[in-house]
């Protein structure tokens, strides 16, 4: 079997690079490991750097005032771009809409990609498949970043489903238990994804796990008979573009240390990645902008690390900042 381009994973990234290819004339190969197409371990938060991409209206949260809860104490934070929230099985869904009936794309479910070459690639089910371009959208443990020799650095990210309604996108932050983590409370449509994202060298599971439900006992939100789900997030970008072997979204580590965000930055890789294979003069400029905004953020993040003793005081003075547009737009929204 013989593909121009062979895709490897369905998440955001992966189903936006077929999106992108199914006008063309290129025959695409998606290959997925599950069943389903969509589920993960996400909050499942859109902000303004996801703009140029659309999404199933219908399926969306969102709001103009986000809740910061530092230490206990609540500060309120009006925004001027909305921040949006979306089940990933809804968006994983509304992608695959869009390209299930492309007649230039063939989709292989329950499929796992056992070897890498350079110009093919070995299948669980013995499968010999050709390919002139290779693209790796296979997140945070990606063959294809390991055939490529690429380090992995890595965050965590925890969080509680819970089967009920909300009404205000919460925050929290506590230096003592999760340092300069974070944790959230995500309304959804029929949902809240409640969790805490940190950094694993620094913060122990049950300290992070800890923060999370005094915060939530806070909130009296009853998490006893939630799911709880956990996930590694590869945040350590070391090129995206290697030779006929591109790597987009978590595979890429282009998932931000600082927030976690990483939609904006998986939609992007991919439609980049595609104006790249139809034009190897384009300089994919808007992924440009989410790698400089990620070391931004990075350099924030470095700064709150390096002095433990103020954390407290810093997020103080990050809180206020996050009061002007300015900064709320410096930082990404």
């Known amino acids: 079997m013989y593909y121009d381009v062979v895709i490897i994973g369905s998440g955001p990234a992966g189903l936006k690079c077929a999106e992108d290819l199914a006008s063309t004339n290129f025959q695409v190969l998606l290959i997925e490991k599950n069943l389903?197409?969509?589920?993960?371990?996400?909050?499942?938060?859109?902000?303004?750097?996801?703009?140029?991409?659309?999404?199933?209206q219908?399926?969306?949260?969102?709001?103009?005032?986000?809740?910061?809860?530092?230490?206990?104490?609540e500060y309120r934070i009006k925004l001027k771009n909305p921040l949006q929230t979306i089940d990933r099985y809804d968006l994983g869904q509304y992608q695959l809409a869009k390209i299930e009936n492309c007649p230039n794309i063939i989709i292989k479910r329950e499929t796992t990609v056992t070897q890498i070459f350079n110009d093919h690639l070995i299948t669980d089910k013995n499968e010999n498949i050709a390919f002139k371009y290779l693209i790796g959208a296979d997140g945070v443990n990606s063959l294809v970043r390991k055939y490529l020799g690429l380090k992995t650095k890595i965050m965590?990210?925890?969080?509680?489903?819970?089967?009920?309604?909300?009404?205000?996108?919460?925050?929290?932050?506590?230096?003592?238990?999760i340092k300069t983590g974070y944790g959230w409370i995500f309304p959804h449509l029929n949902f809240i994804s409640a969790g805490v994202?940190?950094?694993?060298?620094?913060?122990?599971?049950?300290?992070?796990?800890?923060?999370?439900?005094?915060?939530?006992?806070?909130?009296?939100?009853?998490y006893h008979n939630a799911a709880f789900e956990?996930?590694?997030?590869?945040?350590?970008?070391?090129?995206?573009?290697?030779?006929?072997?591109?790597?987009?979204?978590?595979?890429?580590?282009?998932?931000?240390?600082?927030?976690?965000?990483?939609?904006?930055?998986?939609?992007?890789s991919g439609a980049e990645t595609?104006?790249?294979?139809?034009?190897?003069?384009?300089?994919?400029?808007?992924?440009?902008?989410?790698?400089?905004?990620?070391?931004?953020?990075?350099?924030?993040?470095?700064?709150?690390?390096?002095?433990p003793l103020l954390q407290t005081l810093l997020f103080k003075i990050f809180i206020r900042l996050l009061r002007r547009h300015f900064f709320q737009k410096f930082y990404g929204n």
């Not at 969509?38 to 659309?54: A, M, Q, R, W």
């Not at 219908?58 to 104490?73: A, C, P, T």
Request: proline residues 5%; contains cysteine; glycine residues 8%.
């Open 36 to 56: 389903v197409i969509g589920p993960k371990t996400c909050g499942g938060g859109l902000t303004e750097l996801n703009k140029d991409y659309s999404f199933p």
């Open 230 to 268: 956990a996930a590694p997030i590869n945040y350590f970008y070391q090129g995206h573009c290697f030779s006929n072997i591109f790597l987009v979204g978590g595979a890429a580590g282009l998932t931000s240390k600082n927030t976690g965000e990483g939609i904006s930055a998986a939609l992007t």
């Open 274 to 307: 595609v104006k790249y294979l139809l034009n190897n003069r384009y300089r994919f400029p808007k992924l440009k902008r989410i790698l400089r905004l990620n070391k931004r953020k990075e350099v924030i993040l470095n700064i709150f690390n390096r002095l």
């Open 156 to 177: 965590m990210g925890v969080q509680y489903i819970i089967p009920q309604k909300y009404q205000q996108m919460i925050w929290f932050l506590n230096p003592h238990l």
């Open 58 to 73: 219908e399926k969306l949260l969102g709001f103009n005032e986000q809740i910061i809860n530092l230490n206990g104490r």
């Open 197 to 222: 994202f940190y950094d694993p060298k620094i913060v122990e599971p049950l300290a992070a796990k800890t923060a999370l439900h005094n915060f939530l006992d806070q909130y009296l939100i009853d």
